[in-house]
């Protein structure tokens, strides 16, 4: 008797394909920039994506200077760190944050939409945030994309 089988297939470290990718930040919005960003990083847009393997692109965001945040956020939006010592609290409005350096406004939102284990640490070494359109990639011959094309 002939029947169909069909496995699934798991990816891994030596079956995966991993590209570059270049995208654009210039007026797009912080949070659903960094939502497509996490995707592309973790491979959920693949066929093959497997959750526990990176098996996601490695992106490169230039123009990081160039992003925007909706209604009042500038002021609003607090990035709070401790520095370890007791009474140690201090918080960044996501403007001081972005006169200091743009590229950490991307990375901190990607970050925080990566898993939070080894794995998350793994993936979010695949991102590469710049101020300006120079970026240290070009070797790679990275593929640009137009974020506004995918779901």
């Not at 939409?113 to 120079?134: E, H, I």
Request: charged share 30%; net charge positive.
């Amino acid at each position: 008797m002939d029947t169909l089988s069909y496995k699934t297939v798991s990816a891994n470290k030596a079956t995966v394909t991993k590209e570059w990718v270049l995208v654009d930040a210039e007026g797009q919005t912080l949070g659903r920039l960094s939502s497509k960003v996490a995707k592309i990083i973790r491979g959920k847009h693949k066929p093959d994506f497997t959750p526990h393997v990176d098996c996601g692109d490695n992106v490169i965001v230039i123009n990081a200077e160039k992003i925007n945040l909706t209604g009042k956020k500038w002021d609003a939006k607090e990035y709070i760190r401790h520095t370890g010592y007791p009474g140690g609290q201090r918080s960044l409005t996501a403007s001081e944050l972005f006169t200091k350096a743009p590229e950490r406004l991307i990375e901190k939102a990607v970050k925080g939409m990566l898993p939070k284990n080894k794995l998350g640490s793994a993936l979010f070494r695949n991102l590469k945030v710049y101020s300006g359109t120079q970026h240290d990639h070009e070797a790679q011959k990275p593929k640009t994309i137009n974020l506004n094309d995918l779901k």
